[in-house]
């Protein structure tokens, strides 16, 4: 059996600055290394809410090729300073202290990556209209679920049932470890 492969140099930066900061609700590895695939076939601007201390922005970073633009929101200013720390010489990065929806005149997005644990307000609704025709929503921290509609701690998921069914996207729940799945969405 092999070892994983290497994390990107700027990826453990940011885990290291997560440490520090006693933060420890990141992105997974799993997550970030599809963060990182899809952001390599995106140009224009990139966006994330819930910067947290960054590594999601780091993985999307890592994945760049092009002179993509990289913009992350984070509310807790102190989460938002520790992260922009990590980019301070990166120009195609940009981490504000801010609530998500001062990110909505930076569109439209290439690709949006969001927690799903994010508030109820960052539904398909409110989100759809900032991702441009053919970009790409990811939404990560589900649980994997077997049946439809989707049930998740005794009810219907309708965060989930929305993304998957909604007519503007075309969407894929997709296991990216046994006990967890990310909702990938490309706007039509």
Do not use: H
């Amino acid at each position: 059996m092999s070892a994983p492969p290497e994390l990107p140099p700027i990826v453990s930066r940011a885990f290291d600055v997560s440490r520090k900061a006693g933060y420890v609700s990141f992105c997974r590895n799993e997550t970030g290394r599809l963060l990182a695939t899809l952001a390599a076939t995106r140009q224009g601007t990139l966006a994330e809410f819930g910067t947290g201390c960054g590594v999601g922005t780091a993985w999307l970073r890592s994945g760049v090729q092009t002179d993509a633009r990289i913009i992350s929101a984070e509310l807790d200013a102190k989460l938002a300073g520790a992260a922009a720390e990590i980019f301070v010489d990166d120009p195609s990065v940009e981490v504000l202290a801010a609530d998500w929806s001062t990110l909505r005149d930076q569109g439209p997005f290439s690709l949006l990556f969001l927690d799903s644990g994010t508030p109820s307000e960052v539904g398909v609704d409110s989100i759809a209209e900032l991702v441009e025709s053919g970009g790409i929503v990811v939404l990560d921290d589900f649980v994997p679920c077997e049946m439809w509609p989707p049930i998740t701690g005794g009810r219907v998921d309708t965060l989930r049932e929305q993304w998957l069914t909604d007519e503007r996207f075309t969407a894929v729940e997709v296991m990216i470890a046994p006990d967890a799945s990310a909702i990938i969405a490309t706007r039509r």
